[in-house]
């Protein structure tokens, strides 16, 4: 641990809170870190609420930042007065609570936000494909048949049935048989 502008370390002190609980939904134990206090030179104990720390029992956990920095996704909640004077940002953070074996942690839960990167561009690549996907079906409903379209009725050749019309002469019949 580095403790960066502490002049004696062994006036600092740091307790972490952990709980034990069993879980019915995923049929294990699991450890979660509740609180977090400091005090330097038996001075005001400052205490720091934490939620979102939690593992199975069996394994570790691990993030690269826990802090009380909005920044660094303030996994700390300063919960007394001094608290909120502090800024306190723990790097490379890992922790077990139960099932420590020879010294070793064991395979790390790792801290992820809910939106990473892999994901957001596998939602954006999913939106694109919709997108792309809705444009063709619009596109395929409103495809035009050739008949409909009468720029191209005058050149397509259709034979007509002639009827002659009642008022016709006999002469208008002889010059329409004749052409």
């Not at 307790?15 to 977090?36: A, E, K």
Request: with cysteine; net charge negative.
């Amino acid at each position: 641990m580095r403790f960066g502008d502490v002049e004696d370390v062994r006036g600092l002190f740091i307790r972490i809170h952990l709980s034990n609980s069993f879980s019915q939904s995923s049929g294990q134990r699991w450890f979660s870190v509740d609180s977090l206090s400091l005090s330097y030179n038996v001075s005001e104990e400052v205490m720091f609420n934490i939620s979102d720390i939690y593992a199975p029992s069996s394994s570790s956990y691990h993030c690269l930042h826990v802090s009380s920095l909005h920044r660094l996704s303030a996994l700390l909640r300063p919960c007394t007065d001094h608290a909120h004077l502090l800024a306190v940002t723990f790097t490379h953070f890992q922790i077990q609570a139960f099932n420590v074996s020879s010294g070793h942690f064991s395979p790390p839960t790792d801290c992820s936000t809910v939106v990473t990167p892999a994901i957001l561009m596998g939602l954006v690549t999913s939106l694109i494909l919709l997108l792309v996907l809705a444009y063709a079906l619009h596109m395929v409903v409103h495809l035009k048949d050739i008949d409909h379209n009468q720029e191209h009725k005058d050149n397509v050749y259709s034979p007509r049935h002639l009827q002659q019309p009642e008022h016709c002469s006999g002469e208008d019949i002889t010059l329409t048989n004749a052409l």
